[in-house]
């Protein structure tokens, strides 16, 4: 997914979840102190500390739209002590997106597990179709749905499994490792629940962590910040969850998913 319309600026303060007040160059007249929109309601406190170089975005058409801010903050270069600043993407609403694009481009060839539920040859690769986004399945809702058909199988046209895919978005890194989540989610363990829920009743079940960053050598839930969550994501890959975790490309007006990376549930 790309950005227009993006500038670089300081992070000055941020006075509640939904704000935070960054500098940023005025055409050459110094600096001018503009409020942003945050795209992440998470604490954020490793990222968004004062001082640090920003990327936020800017609307022309706010006014038009009714927008209350003409900025949204996007990203944030965090500082380390090795390796220079890590430019991170903290949209919230970015990670849906890439997912919903990486599944498009994989169609043909998706690197996907799927459970050998189905009397298809192991060698025959399944395709990706009917990708659909924000899909009702009883009490719940998933970021993405998708048929993988494998050629050969029951059906006329191959036989179909369905899937689901929830997606969840990684900008807390700590000594390499990229964690979820960056505080309690009681909402990210009733989501593990509804997955094993459809896995059970035949559903592929996915569970898609985003790394919106680089240079992460693995993904691990956050224990001791929430270790429902990690109990819960546990759970899930015993009953049968598939658990991804994908890098990121990040350009300062770009995002997009890139490779795997280890999963570590303990």
């Known amino acids: 997914m790309r950005y227009e319309h993006m500038l670089t600026g300081t992070f000055v303060s941020r006075p509640n979840r939904f704000i935070a007040h960054v500098l940023i160059s005025n ?12 795209k992440n309601t998470g604490r954020c406190r490793e990222l968004l500390i004062p001082g640090v170089k920003v990327l936020v975005q800017f609307h022309p058409e706010s006014a038009a739209l009714g927008r209350k801010t003409e900025y949204s903050l996007i990203g944030v270069y965090k500082e380390r002590e090795r390796g220079g600043p890590l430019l991170i993407n903290m949209d919230s609403q970015a990670p849906n997106q890439v997912a919903y694009e990486w599944l498009q481009s994989i169609r ?3 690197p996907l597990p799927f459970s050998q539920t189905v009397d298809t040859p192991s060698h025959l690769t399944p395709v990706i179709k009917d990708i659909k986004r924000e899909v009702t399945y009883d009490q719940s809702r998933f970021d993405l749905a998708f048929q993988a058909v494998l050629p050969g199988g029951r059906e006329k046209n ?13 900008t807390l ?19 593990m629940e509804e997955l094993i829920n459809a896995h059970k009743e035949g559903y592929e079940a996915y569970i898609l962590f985003v790394i919106q960053m680089k240079e992460m050598e693995a993904f691990t839930p956050n224990r001791k910040t929430h270790p429902e969550f990690a109990e819960a994501l546990k759970r899930a890959k015993e009953a049968g969850v598939h658990i991804l975790a994908y890098d990121c490309v990040v350009k300062e007006d770009s995002l997009s998913l890139d490779m795997p990376i280890p999963v570590y549930l303990t």
């Open 108 to 110: 043909e060839n998706p």
């Open 173 to 191: 890194e700590e000594n390499g490792l990229a964690m979820f989540p960056d505080a309690p989610t009681i909402r990210g363990v009733k989501h």
């Open 158 to 170: 191959g036989e179909k499994l369905p899937a689901f895919m929830e997606v969840k978005g990684v």
């Open 27 to 38: 055409e050459g007249h110094g600096e001018v102190e503009v409020i942003c929109h945050v």
